[in-house]
């Protein structure tokens, strides 16, 4: 079972906004990179957006400007606010830990790197 859990999928328009939660009680996130992955069936698992230990982040070109990831180490999460949403964003958003070691201060958006996922959160766009 994973340690993992994603939460604040759901069903919005186009043009909305939509913020996903990563959380974990088993460890502590803001040491470790994070990543979030998204699935839609028929295709493989893209990266989206990640945030290093060392605090720098990496988006996927299409989302560059739209989403932004963030930490929030009060609750042991890390956060994918998602906006002017496309019905192309549309699918199940894993996030995923990389413990490392790392031999950059530069995260991954490489599924293979990653050592923990979530069970998914399915973000569904429809007018």
């Known amino acids: 079972q994973s340690q993992l859990v994603e939460s604040g999928g759901g069903l919005v328009q186009p043009g909305e906004s939509l913020t996903l939660s990563c959380g974990t009680s088993g460890f502590t996130l803001d040491f470790y990179d994070v990543a979030w992955f998204r699935q839609v069936p028929g295709k493989e698992r893209e990266g989206v957006s990640c945030?290093?230990?060392?605090?720098?982040?990496e988006y996927l070109d299409s989302v560059k400007g739209r989403f932004t990831i963030s930490r929030d180490s009060a609750k042991n999460s890390v956060n994918l606010h998602m906006s002017s949403l496309q019905v192309e964003d549309a699918g199940t958003y894993y996030c995923?830990?990389?413990?490392?070691?790392?031999?950059?201060?530069?995260?991954?958006?490489?599924?293979?790197?990653?050592?923990?996922w979530g069970e998914g959160t399915l973000v569904t766009i429809s007018s």
């Open positions: 945030i290093s230990h060392a605090h720098n982040v």
């Open positions: 995923a830990v990389h413990f490392g070691p790392w031999s950059t201060s530069y995260c991954s958006l490489i599924p293979a790197e990653m050592r923990e």
